[in-house]
């Protein structure tokens, strides 16, 4: 059999990758350009909400690329309206502004809030800009979304940062108390800090910090990009805490695979004038067409029953792995987990796992010391085992070793 090769040389480096270039996907498995199999349970980042190629994202982006692919946001399209009516539906929101990655949608979170600010909170000469975010957070790679993050070094990178985004430490309330003053407008926080290691919020914590918010006046912004969509077992995963936040910006999951992502507000927040905010692709409706057909499976009687049950399977099965290799626990909510693994041989089980023969296991390491795991939402069990058998396969290796 031949395989077609690919120049990759005139790609801009950003990101070591290792020397493959995948060709197909469906569902849990991707294939490459030398025609070897890969189960995959990173799923591009929690992207592939029902795996790789779907039936209905290819029914959808065909049937509506018949119709229209943009008429311009000057305009309303059919999709983006019925997508809006579906979010606001099932969740606490009023009004949705699509946007096209997280990091964009969280830029939005941002402007509004400052916006909400100038407009209801202004004391003298002195306007509430600030919003408190947390030490080990990811909200983007935008100048004002990585200044927000606070990943480790990215104050660095491109200096100066964008100000007024003072860390607190999750999980602890007196650290958000301490950092509140008249400049404050806003907190703003992952339910589950994903690229910090899958560190959730407790329910203790959201609950208190909803009380926090609204004694002080100050809104509260979830940023579930990675945790919206079903991954924790629930639509949003602020429903897991019982509260009501004031913002939220969904990406990743809400389109399966293509480029979409939503700032979602409540009536009285939603204070944008005309020019304040836009884009050029914002609400096309080939993706929003993409997003509803999303939502639509997620609505499904049971589904997300049963992201709660195999979430439930999973981490039953990293904790018996736990057992039996000596490892530190696992963490996280439905189908977003880590598996804690004592000593920083993430990155070496990683690349063992990808080179595997005849099927590799495509495997995250966001720190050294632990694993993630984003399988599609409908992952199998059987797919499950898979590849916990082969994980323990391979750390069986590098305990002989």
Known sequence: MEFKQFDTDKLMYVTNRPPLVFTEGSGMFMTDNNGKRYLDFLQGWAVN???????????????????????????????????????????????????????????????????????HRNGGNESRYEIITFNHSFHGRTLATMSASGKPGWDTIFAPQVPGFPKAELNDLRSVEALINSRTVAVMLEPIQGEGGVLPATREFMQALRKLTKEQGLLLIVDEVQTGFGRTGEMFAY????????????????????????????????????????????????MTAVGTAVMRELLKPGFLASVREKGDYLSAELLKLCDKHGLEGERGEGLLRALKLGSDIGPQIVEIARERNPLGLLLNSPRPNLLRFMPALNVSKDEIDQMIAALSEILGQLKAA
């Open 239 to 286: 429903q897991l805490s019982g509260i009501e936040p004031d913002i939220m910006t969904l990406g990743k999951g809400i389109g399966g695979g293509v480029p979409l992502a939503a700032l979602l507000a409540r009536e009285e927040v939603a204070c944008f004038e005309a020019g304040d905010q836009g884009g050029t692709y914002n609400g096309n409706p080939l």
């Open 49 to 119: 909400a029902l795996g790789h190629s779907p039936q209905c994202i290819q029914d959808a982006l065909v049937a509506q690329s018949k119709k229209i692919l943009n008429p311009s946001p000057a305009f309303f399209n059919q999709p983006s309206a019925e997508l809006a009516g579906l979010l606001t539906e099932h969740s606490c929101f009023d009004r949705v502004f699509f946007a096209n990655s997280g990091a964009e949608a969280n830029e939005g979170a941002i402007k509004l809030a400052r916006k909400w600010g100038k407009k």
